[in-house]
Structures are given as C-alpha cells and as structure tokens.
C-alpha cells in the first residue's frame, strides 16, 4: 500500500514538474510593464490622441480596440470613431464615457489631464519620439505588448515592424543603384520662417532611405540659411505644401536652385512623420518623383 502511493505520488510530482517547466518557458501575456506603467489585463477599449500612435496601431492591428481618437487623428479608417476634442486638450468626460482602459498620447498631452485620467483608472501612455530604425523596434514592442500581452502582442508587433524595415531598405537599395539623385532636402514654413529636417529626426531618416543624402543632416538648426541652401544646391527638394514651393521661387536668391526646374515635390509634414504603412506610402512616393527605380507597390495597399 505505502509504495503504492509513493508510486502515485512520484507520478503527480513529474507531472506537476512537467506542467511547471513548461509554464517557465512561456512568460505569460500580462501583466505588461512598460516605463511607468503597468497593464493588467488586456485592454478591449483604447483612446488614440496621437496621429503617429494611430498609424502605428493600426500597422500592428490593433486599430479594431479604438473607441475614441483626437481630432489630429484623421486618418480614413479612424473617421467614423467618435472625436474626443484634440491632442493637447481631449475631453477627460467624453473618455470616461467611452469605458476607455488606455490613451495614447505624445507629450503635449499636460499632467493636469493626466492625472483626471490616472484618478479614473485610466492608464496613460507617453512614449519617446523614435528617430532611428532601432528605437522604432522599441516603441512597436511596446504598443504590441501593451495592447497583446508579452508575447502574442509582441511577437504581432515585431512582423509588423520587420516588414515596414525590411520594405525602406529595399527600397533604398534600389534607388542607391540607380543613382539619379544624390543629394535632397526637405523645406517647410513655421510661423513665417523658412525650416528644414535636420539629422537625428525620422524625417532625415526617411529621406536617407530614399538612397540620397540630405544636405541638412549635419546642420547645427533647422532654420534654412539661403546661403547654406544656395551652396549646397540639392538635386530634388521637397516641400511641406504649395506655399513654401512659391517662396523659393520668388526669392531673388533662392529661385536659383536647379531643384526648382523640375524637381521639386510635396510631401506633407504629417506624412513624412509617420511610422506605420503610411511611411511605405510616402518612401515610394519620393522615390518614384526622385529616380527612374521601379518600386514595387506594398503590401499594404491592399489593406
């Protein structure tokens, strides 16, 4: 009888170790730390305030939890969401309302209403700018984890990134062969000032993956000096919209650039910004003005 039940409790005691060792190797989904925060659960309801945020959720595809945005958020798909005022200054109320568990913010976001939020069990998250590739893997891991679990979400997340990754550089290499232009910039107005994308910032990082060196990716500012602009005298430059193109032109200096005979394009602020699909989007866009490289259309039109 005594070995009996030793017999059966040696049995229990593999299983138990076999069920023990098995749950070690695979973390469970949540809870999800990310910075200051900690999710519990995963979230079923999400409020995005941020453009940027949204398209990078949607990449994810986790677009489908949003009950709520900013008006910044205008994205096709996020238009029939209900708006909850903008950015800067969302309706905490409309928020509660929507049974929100997490917002998506970026810094403008100010700690008054962070704290109505936080004292409403609603979570906050404000993550880091990414401006390289490297810290773009960091930031899609987080949003994964958060709105998936530690693996599911994350593992979602990085084929999301590897794809967005792996499409910049091949176009890159594509039109590094083909070598139509060397050198661009990226130009635009704020508040009257004549402004350009500097190195360090996603927007040069973009326009490296277009194959060509960005002018301005040493400079000490973004305010353009003419003279600056003049002696490096890109071979393509883009533009914010229509009126920075018509300041060039009409500058007695700057209408000397050899850009402006033809190889001058806009792309909006907003999109060169982004990080998700839209940023496959708008590399092929500046590739297909700037060289005579074919790109192959991406997986996400079809989305």
């Known amino acids: 009888m005594i070995k009996k039940v030793l017999s059966c409790f040696l049995i229990i005691s593999v299983i ?30 999400i409020v995005i305030l941020n453009k ?7 990449a994810i595809g986790y677009d489908g939890k949003t009950v709520g945005r900013s008006d910044d958020v205008d994205q096709t798909s996020f238009r029939v969401v209900p708006s909850m005022g903008t950015a800067h200054d969302p309706s905490e109320d409309e ?10 913010a970026d810094k403008t976001l100010n700690k008054a209403d962070i704290k109505k939020l936080k004292d409403a069990s609603i979570a906050v998250f404000q993550p880091e700018e990414a401006h390289t590739l490297k810290q773009l893997s960091v930031l899609y891991k987080q949003i994964g984890s958060i709105l998936g679990g530690n693996t599911t979400g994350a593992e979602k997340a990085k084929k999301a990134f590897d794809e967005i990754r792996n499409t910049l550089r091949t176009v890159k290499t594509a039109a590094k062969r083909d070598k139509t232009v060397s050198t661009v910039a990226y130009l635009y107005i704020d508040n009257g000032v004549l402004k350009t ?13 277009t194959g060509s060196m960005n002018v301005f990716a040493k400079a000490a500012s973004d305010v353009v000096d003419p003279a600056q602009l003049l002696l490096a005298n890109p071979d393509c430059i883009f ?18 650039l050899k850009a ?3 190889n001058t394009f806009i792309i909006s602020h907003d999109e060169l ?15 297909n003005n700037v060289t005579d490289a074919e790109i192959e259309s991406t997986d996400n039109e079809a989305q």
């Open 16 to 45: 138990l170790s076999v069920i023990s060792l098995g749950s070690c190797g695979e973390p469970e989904e949540y809870p999800v730390t990310v910075g200051k925060i900690t999710i519990k659960e995963e979230p079923k309801n």
């Open 273 to 287: 910004s982004m990080q998700g699909y839209t940023a496959l989007d708008v590399i092929k866009k500046m590739i």
């Open 52 to 58: 940027n945020l949204a398209d990078i959720i949607t």
């Open 260 to 262: 402006l005979n033809g």
């Open 197 to 209: 994308v500097t190195g360090g910032t996603w927007c040069s990082t973009m326009l490296g993956f």
């Open 95 to 104: 928020i509660k309302k929507s049974k929100a568990e997490i917002v998506f």
């Open 239 to 256: 533009v914010s919209d229509e009126s920075v193109e018509q300041y060039l032109t009409t500058s007695d200096t700057l209408k000397k």
